[in-house]
């Protein structure tokens, strides 16, 4: 389905689609074992949309099978790399021709605006397939410098079943930022969606099928955290888990591999990013109009939301009133709307949390100067104002913590030793922002920041050429995107060989 971003023809494709809501196992959709379900809801009317399986122990177990029997099968996983390729090729082309429905799936159960699912989350998910299609026919292996006598090739394999527990935020992005690389090395995945948006990730499994992916090489099995996700991380025959989500959950993937059987974990957790506006930022409407899509795009709900802004006290009241002037422009309200650059966050829990932050920054005495509110409560939608903080000190909870609401906080400082320190003064490193007209302090600063990715006067996450992940508590072992990506989805072989 191709969408057309206009009211109208929004509400017909809506009225149009049909919910994929089972597990999809083996190549076929099935029911949860245990024949229960939960309700998916829409966050931007409070009402439910669909009941989805609810996967638990043994339905991960009959996926985690089947998935072991198409690796050893090497239908998958010892297919020539430019067989492999094609398929994804075709998975990528079947993506497209169905990406207005994709991009409604992640709008309605997400509350993410249309606009921003149908222009940038949908297209990079296929960018993503795509791009990992095309490398794998391209990489080659090595040969060791060895004396004569022997020959020593050093390889790279699939490293077997790869699970993958992704978040809600970005729900059909984050699933390809896992399974691009992991099949195009030749891994069967099972994949735990974030159990408030399993839609997308149902039919992306179903496109893959339709593409010629195996049985059993792409499996979904929607549930929740401690069920599923838990089921995922203990068990005896995953080789490996890729997780994107909080710290927290990230830490417990760490003590289910400990606790079964050493699988390899790779984490993208969360961030608390700084953007630092340097006193000779070439161009402070420029940096306004970043400073507020990193703070605000995706409803906060992002990674790597720019959540502090570090601000010479010299042009910080120039630029904290051109912000709040350009905030006025990003209007909240119905995500299907493309006129909204604001929808409707995850759900009602997350909501009060995100207005408990607003509550803890009047508290403890920085000063709102917009936004702040809960609005349009009478949609039965979860919406909240862009929210803004001066006199902001890098102590305050809202300065410390990972809101993941509209919130950003002003803190300002008079020198660059200063600006570094406050910038590092977190137990994360997913991301930053620094804006200056020097290339030596730009130079400087982007060395001392420590988080995987420093952008220079702008506001960027790099594209999928560049490797994606975070320093400290914002991540452990591994990094989405690039040819980094591929690597971690593969174990490294020595075959020795003694020359006659
Ligand atoms: P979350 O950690 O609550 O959940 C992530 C996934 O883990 C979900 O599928 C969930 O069901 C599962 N899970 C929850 N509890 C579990 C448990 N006890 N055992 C096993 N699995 C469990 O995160 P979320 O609320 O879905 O997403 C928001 C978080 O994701 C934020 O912290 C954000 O920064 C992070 N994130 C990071 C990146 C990145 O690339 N670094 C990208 C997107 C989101």
């Known amino acids: 389905m191709n969408l057309t ?7 017909a494709a809506v009225a149009k ?38 996967c638990e122990e043994p339905d991960v177990d009959r996926a985690v099978m089947a998935a072991r029997r198409a690796f050893a099968s090497g239908a998958w996983s010892r ?16 993506l497209e021709a169905n990406a207005g429905e994709l991009a409604l799936l992640d709008t309605l159960e997400a509350g993410k605006p249309i606009g921003d699912c149908a222009t940038m989350d949908i297209p990079d998910t296929i960018h993503c397939i795509r791009w990992h299609a095309e490398a794998i026919d391209k990489l080659y292996s090595h040969v060791a410098p060895t004396g004569p006598e022997n020959l020593a090739l050093i390889l790279r394999e699939p490293i077997g079943v790869v699970g993958c527990v992704v978040p809600w935020n970005f729900p059909a992005q984050m699933v390809a930022w896992k399974i691009g690389p992991a099949l195009a090395t030749g891994n069967s995945v099972v994949l735990k969606p974030a159990e408030l948006t399993s839609l997308s990730a149902l039919r992306m499994a ?39 989500g909080s710290t927290e959950v990230g830490r417990c993937f760490l003590k289910y591999s400990a606790e079964s059987n050493l699988k390899r974990i790779i984490l993208e957790c969360g961030g608390k990013s ?18 507020v899509s990193a703070a605000f795009w995706n409803m906060g709900e992002n990674c790597s939301c720019g959540s502090r802004l570090i601000v010479h006290k010299t042009i ?7 912000i709040a002037s350009l905030a006025k422009t990003w209007k909240v309200g119905d ?19 995100v207005l408990g932050y607003i509550a803890a920054g009047e508290a403890e ?16 939608g979860y919406f909240v104002e862009a929210t803004i903080f001066d006199e902001v000190n890098n102590r305050m909870k809202i300065a410390r913590e990972e809101i993941f609401g509209p919130v950003l906080s002003v803190i300002s400082f008079s020198t660059e030793e200063e600006a570094v320190a406050i910038a590092n003064d977190t137990n994360y490193g997913l991301a930053a922002s620094l804006y200056t007209r020097d290339l030596s302090t730009a130079h400087r600063v982007a060395r001392a920041i420590r988080a995987g990715t420093v952008s220079v006067n702008c506001f960027s996450e790099g594209d999928i050429t560049t490797p994606f992940g975070g320093f400290k508590e914002s991540g452990f072992a591994g990094r989405d995107k690039s040819l980094w990506a591929h690597e971690q989805y593969t174990e490294l072989k020595t075959i020795w060989m003694q020359l006659a």
Do not use: W
Not at 25 to 40: E, H, N
Not at 316 to 322: G, V
């Open 5 to 11: 971003l206009e009211p109208k023809a929004i509400r």
């Open 274 to 291: 700084p953007q630092v506006v340097f006193a000779d930022a070439p161009d402070l409407e420029a940096v306004a109009n970043n400073a």
């Open 316 to 322: 910080k009241d120039d630029l904290l009133a051109r």
């Open 365 to 380: 005495g920085a000063k709102r100067v917009f936004g702040g509110k809960r609005i349009l409560e009478k949609t039965g």
């Open 335 to 353: 995500p299907l709307d493309p006129r909204n650059r604001l929808g409707a966050l995850i759900e009602k829990a997350h909501l009060e949390k």
């Open 79 to 94: 297919q020539r790399p430019a067989d492999r390729k094609q398929f994804l090729l075709k998975f990528a082309d079947l």
């Open 206 to 244: 179903e496109l893959a099928a339709e593409a010629g992916l195996p049985a059993g090489v792409f499996n979904v099995v929607p549930g929740f955290g401690e069920t599923a996700g838990q089921a995922i991380g203990r068990h005896m025959d995953v080789n490996m888990v890729a997780f994107t």
């Open 17 to 54: 689609l049909k919910f994929r809501t089972q597990a999809f196992i083996d190549g076929k959709f099935v029911k949860a074992l245990s024949g229960k379900t939960f309700p998916t809801e829409n966050p931007a009317t409070g009402k439910p949309l669909a009941q989805i399986a609810a």
